[in-house]
DNA sequence: TCCTCTATCTTGACAGTGCAAAGATTCTCG
DNA sequence: CGAGAATCTTTGCACTGTCAAGATAGAGGA
């Protein structure tokens, strides 16, 4: 269908995601409406009740396509590392990246009273991003690669649960201070070159090697 | 003055940001109003205006006293430390106890798009905050207490700044993630083992000794 | 003592919001 | 072709932050 002007919008949940993205881009968190998601994508105020329920409903999915975002965007970035000391580092990178480039997603991913935290979908897709910071860890301690499902069930192992810890709360805390100008003490010319040398020595950490 | 029931409350300011206090902890952020917080004063909606100009004005107050009473409990925590190896990971402790004991407190104090983030009580209160934490990782490096004053000019010794950030952006992360309910990948029984454990780790990891 | 100026607080109004109920339209499928 | 379900609109409500205008109280000088 997907007709302009019909009373049957046909793709009206995927144009009021897209409104949902520009408007919290645009507007931020602060000022975010469903009013004005309505209004873009060509619907009357209440039309988006159907399909999410209320706002909470609506932001966890934005936040749920937040994390996918996210996870590709980590993705992306670590299959052009070339070794394990550059590695963690653009992790970090590509982490701290998407918080600075999309701050307002950033905010609604990591706000559980606004969202149905819970919620499948938001919880998968979080998971799926944990998954792909796990690996990295596992890269750095020499170990394979583990799937969603198996990481369920994997962290009996106290030790790689340590350094995925060490290193989530780095890269995350990293990206949150930035993305909220609390790292004014650091000089703009040296922010790139700190983060590199502190992700290192974060990575480095967790090698049995070193 | 401060009787009751007067024209001019006397102490309004200071009796509308403790209802601020109040409001946030149990409305929490999401359903925190100005209008309720005036109520909760007995004054009318509009008192507030005078005395804080806007909403920002008067959340940037509030998240003040946020980071003075975190301030305020980090000391206090590091007092009762016995030696390096605890003192990190106490200090980890009391930032994470906070965050959780004021979940609204800690979102509000880490929002810059809702404050004015330059203000200078704000900042002010911050910087103290951060004092502290600096102070707690020049102790694992081994070196002496440093004041706010010298602070300011002190981070041109990358090698201090670099240790601060890892330390900082561990506390926090670890924090920000288990106050938005995003470590469920942590087991409760194991999550005062794990906080001990890997902030020790990273409190080792810049002492010169070791 | 009185009088003006300023600080403080109130009142009323406005545009905007999320939510809920009820109605309108279209689609689906027997 | 017709009934029921899905989708969207309309209307109304309580509430919000901000603003403008007015009321009251305190402070300091004559």
């Given amino acids: 269908m997907a007709r302009e002007q019909a009373y049957h919008h046909g793709?009206?949940?995927?144009?009021?995601l897209e409104a949902g993205d520009m408007?919290?881009?645009?507007?931020g968190l602060k000022d975010?409406?469903?009013?004005?998601?309505?209004r873009r994508a060509g619907v009357s105020h209440s039309a988006p009740k159907h399909h999410f329920g209320d706002a909470a409903g609506f932001l966890t999915?934005?936040?749920?396509?937040?994390?996918d975002r996210l996870r590709e965007s980590l993705e992306t970035r670590l299959a052009a590392a070339r070794d394990l000391d550059e590695e963690f580092a653009e992790t970090t990178r590509a982490y701290v990246g998407f918080a600075e480039a999309n701050p307002e997603h950033f905010r609604i991913m990591f706000r559980c009273d606004l969202l149905h935290d819970m919620d499948e979908t938001l919880v998968r897709a979080a998971q799926r991003t944990f998954t792909v910071l796990t690996n990295v860890i596992r890269r750095q301690r020499g170990e394979p690669e583990i799937t969603l499902e198996e990481l369920n069930g994997a962290f009996s192992f106290a030790a790689l649960l340590?350094?995925?810890l060490i290193g989530w709360c780095?890269?995350?805390?990293?990206a949150?201070?930035?993305?909220?100008?609390?790292?004014r003490i650091v000089p703009d010319q040296d922010f790139e070159s700190l983060l590199t040398r502190t992700s290192a020595r974060v990575g480095r950490m967790m090698r049995p090697s070193s």
Same sequence: chains 1, 2.
């Fill in 11 to 16: 793709a009206l949940r995927e144009a009021l």
């Fill in 170 to 174: 780095h890269i995350h805390g990293f």
């Fill in 32 to 38: 975010f409406t469903l009013r004005e998601c309505a």
């Fill in 61 to 67: 999915q934005i936040a749920a396509r937040g994390f």
């Fill in 162 to 164: 340590e350094d995925t």
């Fill in 23 to 27: 408007v919290l881009a645009e507007r």
């Fill in 176 to 183: 949150h201070l930035k993305m909220e100008r609390q790292l």
